[in-house]
């Protein structure tokens, strides 16, 4: 779950992204995976579903780092962060989330998505085994 105030605006990278409502110092953490509410669905369930339901989920989940068998479906916001290959979150812990950087009020929360997959980033969806 975010940790930080943020709002969804038009992206000028993809679509709507996350952006920040107030300052967020360097190191602060951001975001904490809370399976209160962030979902870990097994696999076999993910690749049993179609339609929109799977599309829904090809676009916004990515793999359980910690376990092959999960992808992992944020239950708020964060999950339309976008990528970015100097982004200003850092997200190589499979739980958490830190400010690279002082990140300014109404700038767009980024990520490396490639932390999500081993062989490079794909959509779940786009990926083949």
């Given at each position: 779950?975010?940790?930080?105030d943020?709002?969804?605006?038009?992206?000028?990278?993809?679509?709507?992204?996350?952006?920040?409502?107030?300052?967020?110092?360097?190191?602060?953490?951001?975001?904490?995976?809370?399976?209160?509410?962030?979902?870990?669905?097994?696999?076999?369930?993910?690749?049993?579903?179609?339609?929109?339901?799977?599309?829904?989920?090809?676009?916004?989940?990515?793999?359980?780092?910690?376990?092959?068998?999960?992808i992992?479906?944020?239950?708020?916001?964060?999950?339309?962060?976008?990528?970015?290959?100097?982004p200003?979150?850092?997200?190589?812990?499979?739980?958490?989330?830190?400010?690279?950087?002082?990140?300014?009020?109404?700038?767009?929360?980024?990520?490396?998505?490639?932390h999500f997959?081993?062989?490079?980033?794909?959509?779940?969806?786009?990926?083949?085994?």
């Amino acid at each position: 779950m975010l940790l930080v105030d943020v709002y969804l605006d038009k992206s000028p990278i993809q679509g709507i992204g996350v952006f920040a409502k107030h300052r967020i110092p360097k190191g602060t953490l951001i975001w904490k995976l809370d399976p209160r509410f962030d979902r870990r669905i097994p696999v076999d369930t993910y690749e049993g579903e179609s339609g929109p339901v799977k599309s829904y989920l090809d676009r916004y989940s990515y793999p359980d780092r910690r376990d092959p068998n999960y992808i992992v479906f944020e239950a708020d916001d964060a999950r339309y962060m976008n990528h970015a290959d100097e982004p200003n979150c850092d997200v190589s812990s499979p739980e958490e989330t830190y400010a690279l950087r002082d990140i300014a009020p109404g700038e767009e929360l980024t990520c490396d998505y490639n932390h999500f997959f081993e062989n490079g980033f794909d959509f779940l969806g786009d990926r083949h085994p």
